[in-house]
């Protein structure tokens, strides 16, 4: 049998303070010996290449011009509505939508009971997603706390267990909306949605602080690469669901 995969971090470092990772330590050991480890990283950012630049990312306040864009984008005589939408049988809030655009607050979307499979289905639903008031992320971590029983391992990025069970955790206070943050960024992205959002501060200083510097670091390259013709006009035609 021959494995080929890649992955974001070395072997040593996988499923870094995951939950009971001890578990996992194993098949780390066996990947480091049966695998021959190649590491592909350089100093250029091909989603950053020759890049025809089309704005989709404003400073706060900018609805007016994210709802001049929805109006562009919108079919001609498509009706619009500000009924909820249902995605996973849950409603969710929006400012508007009509069959191809759909516009959120960013509270509605990113922070709640989300999930990677909620932005799957928004991703295969819609062509086009507005996101008003993203905030700044991440932030400065938390002290240590102990905890037991915690069982949700997106509550922070990082923990490590004393000799009584305990668990010592340490996270910023907007870690979690800046995960599913990132987990909505990586859907749209994967199905070459459009994603069009006002945001408090610059993408470069969006987040600046906190436990998810390393994996926000990818959706900011793709944030970037979403602000070009190129990567708009490949945005796929589906087939969209009532």
């Known amino acids: 049998m021959i494995f080929v995969a890649t992955s974001n971090t070395p072997p040593q470092a996988l499923y870094k303070d995951g939950l009971q990772r001890q578990r996992f330590e194993p098949a780390i050991l066996l990947l480091q010996q049966h695998l021959n480890i190649l590491h592909m990283d350089g100093d250029t950012d091909h989603r950053l290449r020759q890049l025809t630049f089309r704005n989709n990312y404003f400073i706060h306040p900018a609805d007016s011009a994210l709802g001049d864009m929805f109006?562009?984008?919108?079919?001609?005589?498509?009706?619009?509505?500000?009924?909820?939408?249902?995605?996973?049988?849950?409603?969710?809030?929006?400012?508007?939508?009509?069959?191809?655009?759909?516009?959120?607050?960013?509270?509605?979307?990113?922070?709640?009971?989300?999930?990677?499979?909620?932005?799957?289905?928004?991703?295969?639903?819609?062509e086009h997603v507005f996101l008003s008031n993203v905030p700044v992320l991440g932030g400065q971590t938390q002290e240590w706390i102990k905890t037991r029983g915690v069982e949700d391992g997106n509550i922070g990025a990082g923990y490590e267990t004393t000799s009584t069970g305990a668990r010592k955790m340490q996270y910023a206070r907007m870690d979690d909306p800046a995960r599913r943050f990132i987990s909505l960024v990586d859907e749209l992205y994967d199905q070459r949605v459009n994603l069009f959002l006002s945001a408090a501060q610059p993408l470069e200083h969006l987040y600046s602080q906190g436990s998810l510097e390393f994996e926000f670091n990818r959706t900011r390259s793709r944030l970037t690469e979403m602000q070009s013709v190129e990567y708009q006009n490949q945005a796929p035609v589906r087939e969209i669901r009532s």
């Open 71 to 126: 109006d562009v984008l919108s079919p001609a005589c498509d009706q619009k509505t500000t009924c909820p939408v249902s995605i996973m049988n849950r409603t969710i809030p929006v400012i508007k939508r009509n069959r191809t655009c759909i516009w959120f607050e960013f509270d509605q979307l990113c922070d709640g009971p989300r999930s990677q499979l909620d932005y799957i289905e928004l991703a295969s639903r819609f």
